[in-house]
């Protein structure tokens, strides 16, 4: 269904590219030997070429081109064997050169495609425009003196990469399943981790609208550095009905760069095309173009893992698992790896109604919890289910056993022993637990007798209770049964 | 016994060899110089207890059987090299108090071959010019003066006016230049020394204050061709620090000097003949290709077609290299700021303060040659320019083996003169511009007298990364042109 939006004069669509701008994970700085680490103390980690010293000269730094290359490749991107760095040219107090080195005309990585998901399962094809590499700049923090603003360079001279949409998206939605699908390859290729509120992902939403069925393109605005999925769809439907407003007023939509305000839900102008920047990029003198061989890039691509979209397929064919829960469950390669060793030699679908059900459930339950210090381990979740298979114990006592080792950090077998927990097949037992049920309720036991089967399931609950629900529910609703029939 | 100072490096080095005198003598004597010739203002910042204590710990080193290929050899420094704790002014006043915590390659490896560093030299601003007066701190006097009116003060040439001064002068032995259109060439020339802008790429540019990162290129100055094979040697090299360095081995360039240059071609471009080209240049040139003829090689005339547009090309590439490579130069972390109001405000007040009108004017230029409409009319047609100019001298390599070419149009000019109008003053640069733009080494040395008694020089222009030849022809021209002349005072 596409998205509308309806107006006063006709119904709109939405028309949509992104700009996500991605930190490298990199030890070190795309042109300097300073280190990449978030959080340390301002000014801390920043090399005389990172300052913008005089004499200083950039080198590139290969493992940042080798990430750049491994995302193309995750994007089923062009990659280009020579790229250039150009300098944009701007003054600002935190780009101490003066120009930040991206790349303009050659790009590293050219057109590729992203298969966003959908929530009703399906799939729909973005086209990537291109991957460039650039420098970050630094940060300036103005609250710390009435009249000053400081300046931190930590940031500066750190690899980004710069990944470009095409025009491609038409919702809210589809520019959140965008960002979510790209941070989740980004995660999976360990080219960035897709941190938004550490900034190391940030993106700039380009809008505009159109009538419905039109194919023209209107004026778009830019909304700047959003840092979160959610903001970015808020700010994108807040500027599509601005834009519809000033269109169905009348009015003509100004080609301009603006920002969203978090707190009150909306975008405002912050400069327009008129004050622009001319940014005279030319290509970099301190810089030879770079030149990659087909063999660096075959290297990279026999190393590229398993990415979301084949892991789903996979987990389709491989453990029976739908569309949706496939796409759960890979869409973090942590959640994937821990379902896939859960379900590993087990049933697939058990292994998916465990992971998803109680698992996740306790997973979101606290902070604490991550994928390095999870509430159980993959280990313990697959043997649990191993003794829900072999009988030890039943569906129901599992949950039992579930929250015993999410408190107790224990393995099953071990929980099913000290609990006692293993669950009752012991024919007599089970016989002599029911005959004490019948022989305290001898009245319900009438009234069953007369035709009230309802009562049955009162009687299941009661002999439940009394072996501690360790009974084996399918031996016990069928020795009540028999034992009714007496 | 001739006076220290009058040494040439390779004589010095043998006479410290032979311990007829210590480098701390050595070093003494042209501190000596130095303070009686501190007129020709050729040293920004002179660094004599540096240069002391430099020289006991080179003495030392001899001692010890462990001296450098230049131990223990006093040398000039080019402020534009960041020197280590020593104040590095580029000649501007934006550089206010910059103390580097760094060394430059170039200067660190001289170092490291054991020569002691005087100070650093006097250039024209962010070298800018051709005639040092740009500079913040002061015009640099020629040590030269002219037979018909020896009062009237020379130009010593630029942006290494400083270098080639105290060069010529006696108060270094040898000095760094830099060279992005002819700053090494033409100040060697107006000052009757030695100087060779290596191939693009064959010195490594970190640590060196930028004016156009694809033209800049450090190179030596001395009295002599070997002094300069020397000192070359000690200077060049593969840096992993500056990707436009060229990973390709240092030959010993003063092997080279064999003095035999039989069968060897020599281009000599018809378009370097331009009207308005001074006699005294033109014989001097005739002279140098009868030189080379008698020692054996070949004149061959060539041409360089392109030669008549490499000038403006120059004048865009360079400019719009320099307005970015200076944007650094903003207040907000180094050298000079003056305070305002707001951020652009400040900015604008410190580069207005900082910046000198040359420099301004340059930045001007590079800014709107840069600029989204004229980019493709001036930035992308010079760069297209650039390389036919470069293929003009490929095209002349499979003919000759090396060009000869003036060094420049005319002798040394006076302070002042020229002045009127930049371009006038750019025109300085017009046979040397087209080697730095093609990448290639060039080397000038003294050939002769104008009438007036002012040295002339010939350039040299070899094929990439052949500086061999370069330096074995220029040997020979050394020889045959017994350029024994001397400044006043030396």
């Known amino acids: ?486 | 016994m001739t006076k220290l100072t009058n040494l040439t490096i390779a004589d010095a080095l043998d006479g410290l060899a032979k311990g007829e005198f210590s480098a701390v003598e050595l070093t003494q004597a042209h501190l000596d110089a130095m303070a009686t010739k501190r007129a020709l203002n050729a040293y920004i910042t002179e660094t004599p207890e540096l240069a002391l204590e430099e020289a006991k710990a080179s003495d030392a080193r001899r001692k010890a059987g462990k001296a450098g290929s230049l131990d223990g050899i006093p040398l000039g420094i080019k402020d534009l090299f960041c020197t280590k704790g020593v104040l590095t002014t580029a000649a501007s006043h934006i550089l206010d108090g910059f103390k580097p915590q760094y060394e430059s390659t170039v200067s660190q490896k001289l170092k490291d071959a054991g020569s002691v560093t005087l100070g650093k030299l006097n250039l024209d601003e962010f070298a800018m010019g051709s005639a040092n007066i740009t500079s913040y701190h002061g015009t640099v006097e020629n040590p030269w003066k002219a037979k018909a009116d020896p009062a009237k003060k020379l130009v010593p040439g630029g942006s290494s006016g400083g270098s080639a001064a105290a060069v010529a002068a006696r108060i270094a032995m040898g000095a760094t230049g830099t060279d992005t259109g002819g700053s090494i060439r033409q100040p060697a020339a107006f000052c009757g020394i030695t100087g060779i802008k290596p191939t693009y790429g064959r010195c490594s540019r970190w640590g060196i204050v930028a004016f156009a990162s694809s033209l800049d290129q450090a190179g030596p100055m001395a009295r002599t061709v070997k002094d300069c094979a020397l000192m070359l040697n000690a200077m060049a090299g593969y840096d992993p620090k500056d990707s436009t360095s060229a990973p390709v081995a240092v030959p010993d360039f003063a092997k080279a000097l064999t003095g035999d240059i039989r069968g060897l071609k020599v281009g000599i471009p018809k378009e370097y003949r331009p009207d308005g080209l001074s006699d005294e240049v033109n014989k001097v040139w005739e002279k140098g290709i009868e030189w080379l003829k008698a020692a054996g090689a070949t004149p061959v005339e060539i041409s360089l077609p392109h030669t008549k547009y490499a000038l403006p090309t120059y004048y865009i590439v360079a400019p719009a290299e320099a307005s970015s490579n200076l944007a650094r130069y903003d207040g907000v972390r180094f050298g000079l700021r003056v305070e305002g109001k707001t951020l652009d405000d400040m900015y604008k007040k410190t580069r207005a303060a900082g910046f000198g009108a040359e420099v301004r004017r340059r930045i001007m230029i590079g800014t709107y040659v840069l600029s989204a409409g004229y980019y493709d009319a001036y930035y992308t047609k010079a760069q297209k320019v650039r390389r036919l100019i470069a293929d003009d001298f490929a095209r002349a390599f499979e003919q000759v083996d090396v060009i000869l070419t003036p060094t420049a149009p005319s002798a040394a000019f006076g302070i002042g003169d020229n002045s009127d109008d930049p371009v006038t003053m750019w025109l300085n640069d017009v046979f040397t511009i087209p080697t730095s733009l093609a990448g290639l080494p060039g080397l000038s040395l003294p050939a002769g007298l104008s009438t007036d008694g002012l040295p002339l020089g010939l350039q040299l222009i070899g094929r990439p990364f052949d500086e061999e030849t370069v330096f074995k022809v220029a040997g020979v021209m050394e020889s045959a042109a017994q350029f024994t002349a001397l400044p006043e005072g030396v």
């Open chain 1, 1 to 486: 269904m596409a998205y509308l939006i309806q107006g006063e004069t006709c119904d709109w669509e939405i028309v949509i590219g992104l700009e996500v701008h991605a930190q490298v994970i990199s030890n070190s700085k795309l042109f300097s030997g300073a280190s990449t680490l978030f959080g340390g103390e301002p000014n801390s980690q920043v090399s005389f070429v990172d300052a913008g010293f005089p004499g200083m000269l950039p080198v590139i730094n290969e493992t940042c081109v080798e990430q750049a290359v491994r995302t193309g490749l995750g994007l089923k991107a062009q990659v280009n064997l020579t790229s250039v760095f150009a300098r944009k040219n701007y003054f600002y107090a935190d780009l101490p050169q003066g120009y930040q080195i991206s790349q303009y005309d050659l790009p590293i990585i050219g057109e590729g495609t992203l298969l966003i998901d959908l929530p009703d399962g399906t799939t729909k094809p973005v086209g990537i425009e291109r991957l460039h590499l650039e420098q970050d700049a630094g940060k300036s923090i103005h609250d710390q003196h009435p009249s000053k603003s400081f300046i931190d360079l930590n940031r500066s001279g750190v690899a980004l990469m710069e990944i470009v949409s095409k025009p491609d998206m038409s919702s809210p939605e589809e520019a959140g399943a965008y960002l979510t699908k790209l941070r989740s390859i980004l995660r999976y290729l360990g080219t960035c981790d897709g941190n938004m509120q550490e900034g190391s992902m940030r993106c700039d939403a380009n809008v505009s609208v159109r009538p419905k069925g039109s194919t023209e393109l209107r004026t778009r605005c830019e909304i700047k550095n959003v840092n979160s999925i959610r903001f970015v769809q808020q700010a994108i439907e807040y500027e599509a009905r601005r834009h519809i407003d000033v269109y169905e007023s009348g009015g003509d939509i100004k080609q301009e760069t603006r920002l969203f305000d978090s707190g009150k839900g909306e975008t405002r102008s912050m400069r327009s095309k008129e004050h622009a920047h001319d940014y005279r990029y030319f290509p970099d003198p301190d810089l030879l173009p770079l030149v990659i061989s087909q063999d660096f890039v075959d290297g990279i691509k026999a190393t590229l893992p398993e990415l979301p979209d084949e892991k789903k397929a996979r987990f389709m064919g491989e453990y029976g698992l739908n569309s949706y829960d496939a796409g759960v469950m890979v869409a973090e390669k942590d959640s994937a790896d821990f379902f896939e060793n859960v379900a590993k030699g087990r049933d697939g679908k058990t292994a998916a109604n465990w992971v998803m059900g109680d698992f996740f459930a306790t997973m979101n339950s606290d902070a604490k919890y991550t994928w390095t210090n999870p509430p159980v381990s993959a280990e313990n979740l697959g043997r649990m289910i191993d003794l829900i298979k072999d009988g030890t114990i039943s569906t129901r006592l599992a949950k039992d056993v579930f929250i015993f080792m999410v408190e107790e950090g224990k393995d099953p077998a071990t929980i099913v022993e000290e609990k006692g927990l293993k669950q009752v097949t012991d024919t007599g037992a089970i016989e002599k637990a029911i005959a004490d049920v019948f022989a305290a309720n001898p009245d319900k036991v009438a009234e069953v007798k007369a035709g009230k089967d309802k009562l049955m399931g009162w009687f299941v609950g009661q002999v439940m209770k009394a072996t501690q629900g360790k009974a084996n529910p399918g031996m016990l609703n069928e020795l009540i049964a028999k034992k009714f029939k007496e």
